[in-house]
């Protein structure tokens, strides 16, 4: 699988967007890129994923580039509650190689 | 309501005496995955199911062996649990087409002693 790069933690304010970045050069066209995030002695979560276009749901916004060598994770509205270690992972789709490989993730901490 | 359920939430072993640790899933998923968290480290996958294929990742110690007598249930058996054992170990399951998710127990944390 594909290896990811995130920074090793970033803040921001409560109300305002986090923007989480990802950098994945070595990523093929057959893998998608997910974000999972784990609040402290939680198991992880599955906030989003997408392949190629931009993706959005209740969580949260996936920005892939065009190239899809990086994307941004874009929580709107931070709040304390968000909180937690986040997860930018590559998965091949499908198959029984299909597995979720962790990074070090990055560790957002919103302050009030 | 819960999906994954690892259970138990806690557990305390004895220094090599052989321990159990149990999942099940509600969600007919044919992919189950074991995963070791340390503290403060990421989730390290052990070994995971596709249907009734085993998959072992190429450093997972011999020490760590797992079952699956169906869909649902998934065990992880530690034989002899040595202090650095002492993690927690998160149970995951999914399906196997392409775009999907994985959904992850609380998982159970475990102390030897």
């Known amino acids: 699988d594909a290896k990811t790069t995130q920074p090793p933690s970033m803040d921001c304010a409560e109300g305002r967007a986090a923007n989480l970045p990802c950098n994945h050069s070595t990523i093929s066209g057959n893998e998608y890129v997910y974000w999972y995030r784990q609040i402290h002695s939680q198991g992880p979560q599955y906030i989003i994923h997408?392949?190629?276009n931009n993706e959005t749901n209740e969580m949260a916004s996936l920005i892939i580039t065009e190239d899809r060598k990086s994307s941004t994770l874009i929580l709107p509205h931070a709040t304390l509650r968000d909180t937690a270690v986040y997860y930018c992972i590559v998965r091949v789709a499908g198959g029984a190689n299909s597995k979720l490989t962790f990074g070090k993730g990055i560790t957002l901490s919103v302050r009030p | 309501d819960a999906m994954v359920i690892q259970n138990p939430r806690y557990q305390v072993t004895q220094f090599g005496k052989p321990v159990t640790l149990s999942c099940s899933q509600t969600l007919n998923h044919n992919v189950m995955y074991w995963y070791q968290q340390k503290s403060s480290q990421a989730p390290k996958l052990l070994f995971h199911y596709y249907d009734k294929d085993f998959n072992n990742e190429a450093d997972t110690p011999d020490n760590f062996q797992s079952r699956r007598p169906n869909t649902s249930f998934c065990f992880l058996d530690i034989r002899s649990p040595g202090l650095g054992d002492a993690a927690m170990y998160l149970c995951?399951?999914?399906?196997?087409?392409?775009?999907?998710?994985?959904?992850f127990g609380q998982g159970t944390r475990l102390t030897v002693v």
């Open positions: 997408g392949l190629k």
């Open positions: 995951a399951t999914s399906r196997s087409g392409p775009g999907t998710e994985a959904f």
